[in-house]
Structure formats: structure tokens, C-alpha cells
């Protein structure tokens, strides 16, 4: 059985760490894309909003909702 995941939001490290508190606290497990350290460390240029957030598919409605309402609360 393949789990698979989706992509529900991209911004930068410090944004996505509070993603990441919130999804911990709902117990939903997540994978984390930081493109702009692996193109720092690769000694490449890259956008510092290039975090991704990265769900399971059986999670994604929950998880939206939960990302949803952070991303308003952050942008009162």
C-alpha cells in the first residue's frame, strides 16, 4: 500500500513552523519540502518562501481547515 501525499501550502520557514504546531497538536503527519535550504546548501539561489507542507491525502480536509484558519488569523 502506497500512502500518498498532497501539497497544501508553501511559504516561508518561519510561517511554516506554526503550520507545523498545528498540525502536531491535531496529530496529522505531514512531510516538509525546505527548497531553500536544500538550494542553499547546494549553493544555489532560491526564494526564501519555498517551504512546502506536504499532507496525506486521508488528512487533507482536516488539514486545510486548520491551515486555512491560521492563514487568517496571521493576515488580521
Given at each position: 500500500?502506497t500512502?500518498e501525499?498532497t501539497?497544501?501550502?508553501?511559504g516561508?520557514?518561519i510561517?511554516?513552523?506554526?503550520?507545523?504546531?498545528l498540525l502536531?497538536?491535531?496529530?496529522i503527519?505531514y512531510i516538509?519540502?525546505?527548497?531553500f535550504?536544500?538550494a542553499r546548501?547546494?549553493g544555489?539561489?532560491?526564494?526564501m518562501?519555498?517551504?512546502?507542507?506536504?499532507?496525506?491525502?486521508?488528512d487533507v480536509?482536516?488539514?486545510?481547515?486548520i491551515i486555512n484558519?491560521?492563514k487568517?488569523?496571521?493576515?488580521e
Amino acid at each position: 500500500m502506497t500512502t500518498e501525499h498532497t501539497k497544501l501550502f508553501t511559504g516561508s520557514n518561519i510561517i511554516v513552523n506554526g503550520v507545523k504546531n498545528l498540525l502536531d497538536t491535531e496529530d496529522i503527519s505531514y512531510i516538509i519540502k525546505d527548497r531553500f535550504e536544500s538550494a542553499r546548501l547546494g549553493g544555489f539561489g532560491e526564494q526564501m518562501d519555498t517551504v512546502e507542507v506536504h499532507v496525506l491525502d486521508t488528512d487533507v480536509e482536516k488539514a486545510k481547515t486548520i491551515i486555512n484558519a491560521y492563514k487568517a488569523k496571521i493576515n488580521e
